[in-house]
């Protein structure tokens, strides 16, 4: 009897290419992808830019640059994508489909975008696609989910799942790097992205190209104020950044990378925005907290002036800004100077998670909510406000032993806490018979 043959084709040759190719061309590691009793593997070729390149480990009569005539090979079974991108690998994807040839990919930016037509696509056409390894950095998560999980009731998925992210966070966190030198170092192995837009290098970039426009407009100039004027009219006349008043609870208002892409945003958001371009053409700002606001201090130590990122750029005094939380709080506040002292950038960065935490709560993206707390706890495992806010979302959720846990912890560390009573005797007592209807 005949074994079967599956024939497979490999869009891209770079690190993950690469190594499958290897894999695949490995008669015993081939047993672990495919029953050598019922069939073998075939690769009919590996298409690549340049086919003169010498690539370890890939047979030279393997490599083509026609990529359209390896996805429309008719003995074609599965095709896998490896190039990246929205195009064309759309649309070489689609083709193998409409053929009804299964599909391989780890293009996350694509999934993210077209996922769900490729796969009302693959259905039609009788065939399979999987993208695992576009998920989570490659964890085979979303088959056990699928098959091993298939009867559980999964109610969130939580982590950093980011392949890159991951990597460059590990770095940073255990062997002391700098983010620059964390990322340098998974570009140089192939962790991140071969297009930057598809991880943080996009918003940066973004930046950068702010920046670039603020120095034209300083055109040397070493004056400081001449500098941040040049930035003011960079980042709110070219670059048409602006306050998201109509749709203040926004939850993309706290997200950076929206904020960049969408041009608008609220105080402190807009403020990094600020902040960040100032600090890349050499004029270092700091932000200041303002009750129900958010500034930027003017780039001179004797001066008091302070620059509005939510009011298109506008000048304040000090004056201006006793006058902004006198509205915006609607004087129940006493103000004092202290609320234009600096604010350390871990505190900006508490300040936007709660931000992102109440907008995604007003939104009742629990869910998402949730996650922003996780973060939180991640800057500070032992903030009770966070505790606490954690369970009253665990309790709409209906997660009542979580929810329960985390106000019992809350409690025991904020015991002086003006809510300790109402959370004690009503909210922990209703969870409780929740719990156990």
Not at 79 to 96: C, F, H, Q, S
Not at 301 to 325: K, P
Not at 408 to 436: C, F, M
Request: a negative charge; proline letters at 4%.
């Amino acid at each position: 009897m005949n074994k079967p043959v599956v024939r497979v084709g490999i869009i891209g040759a770079g690190n993950v290419g690469g190594a499958l190719v290897e894999l695949l061309n490995d008669p015993d590691r081939q047993e672990a992808l495919l029953d050598a009793a019922t069939g073998s593997i075939e690769l009919v070729g590996v298409a690549v830019r340049d086919a003169a390149k010498r690539r370890k480990g890939i047979p030279k009569q393997l490599l083509t640059t026609d990529v359209a005539g390896l996805v429309a090979n008719d003995d074609l079974d599965i095709l896998v994508e490896l190039a990246g991108g929205i195009k064309p690998a759309r649309v070489y994807i689609e083709t193998a489909l409409r053929h009804g040839v299964s599909v391989v990919t780890a293009n996350k930016a694509l999934m993210a975008e077209c996922g769900t037509e490729l796969a009302q696509l693959a259905h039609q056409n009788g065939a399979d696609l999987f993208y695992e390894a576009a998920v989570g950095g490659g964890i085979p998560i979303l088959r056990a989910l699928r098959t091993s999980l298939a009867g559980e009731r999964i109610e969130r998925v939580m982590g950093i799942v980011n392949g890159t992210t991951n990597f460059i966070l590990s770095k940073m966190t255990s062997e002391g790097s700098d983010y620059a030198a964390a990322l340098k170092e998974a570009q140089s192995l192939g962790y991140a992205e071969a297009d930057p837009s598809a991880d943080v290098e996009r918003s940066l970039a973004r930046l950068d190209d702010i920046a670039e426009i603020a120095s034209i407009r300083a055109s040397g100039a070493t004056d400081s104020y001449a500098n941040a004027s040049a930035l003011l009219d960079a980042v709110f006349n070219a670059s048409g950044f602006r306050g998201n008043a109509s749709a203040y609870d926004d939850p993309r208002n706290s997200m950076l990378s929206s904020v960049l892409d969408r041009r608008t945003g609220i105080p402190i958001t807009l403020s990094i925005v600020v902040m960040e371009v100032a600090r890349r053409i050499g004029l270092p700002l700091d932000g200041v907290g303002l009750p129900g606001h958010f500034v930027v201090k003017f780039p001179d130590s004797t001066s008091r002036l302070f620059i509005d990122a939510f009011d298109g750029g506008r000048i304040l005094e000090a004056m201006d800004c006793v006058a902004l939380v006198e509205r915006q709080t609607g004087g129940r506040i006493t103000w004092t100077d202290d609320f234009l002292e600096p604010v350390a950038p871990r505190a900006i960065l508490k300040r936007v998670l709660v931000n992102l935490k109440n907008a995604l709560s007003h939104a009742k993206n629990y869910p998402s909510a949730l996650t922003a707390i996780e973060l939180q706890l991640t800057l500070d495992p032992w903030d009770p406000t966070e505790l606490r806010d954690r369970g009253i979302l665990f309790a709409r959720l209906h997660r009542y032993d979580r929810a329960i846990a985390d106000l019992e912890a809350y409690l025991e560390r904020s015991p002086d806490a003006s809510d300790v009573k109402q959370i004690r005797d009503t909210v922990l007592r209703y969870l409780r018979e929740a719990r156990n209807l």
